[in-house]
């Protein structure tokens, strides 16, 4: 139940090439305390419930739990997040052993592009495609909740 993943801004558009699946994604926070979040996730079909510990200083790891919800019980709780519901469309690319997130934001966060690799341990070594830009792990202003309250076209 530990999350451990790296976060990089993305300087091309190579990657929808290299995708092999893309899904649309709408999420909202029911909470955004800085000690846990609280998601609530529609992805594709799914609906999704999710929890959100306090990161390492590092930014590298965090716990997470998470867990399937009807799709219905997904709509009705994002009537009662917080504002700033965030839409994106996530591309899955595989590189080397690993597979890459791609979230192309649209909305109030349109332009924003972020790349994220789950790793098995937080110094594992992986294969970075050649689109990958500036590293931002650990930079709270790219994390999901915090573009909810501050979208990218405010900065």
């Known amino acids: ?27 909202g926070f029911l909470n955004t305390h800085k000690e846990r979040t609280v998601r609530i996730r529609l992805k594709g079909n799914k609906g999704f419930l999710t929890v959100k510990g306090v990161s390492t200083t590092d930014g590298l790891s965090r716990f997470e739990w998470e867990k399937d919800i009807l799709i219905e019980e997904a709509e009705a709780l994002l009537k009662l997040c917080e504002p700033g519901i965030i839409g994106k469309t996530r591309y899955e690319v595989k590189t080397g052993k690993h597979t890459f997130e791609v979230d192309e934001f649209f909305g109030d966060n349109e332009g924003l592009v972020i790349a994220e690799v789950e ?20 930079n709270i202003k790219y994390y999901n909740s915090q573009l909810s309250k501050k979208p990218f076209k405010t900065w």
Do not use: C, D, H
């Open 119 to 138: 790793l098995g341990f937080e110094n594992e070594n992986f294969e970075k495609p050649n689109w990958l830009g500036e590293e931002v792990t650990g």
């Open 1 to 27: 139940m530990v999350e451990i993943e790296r976060k990089f801004l993305v300087n091309s558009s190579i990657y929808k090439e290299q995708a092999f699946k893309s899904t649309r994604i709408i999420q």
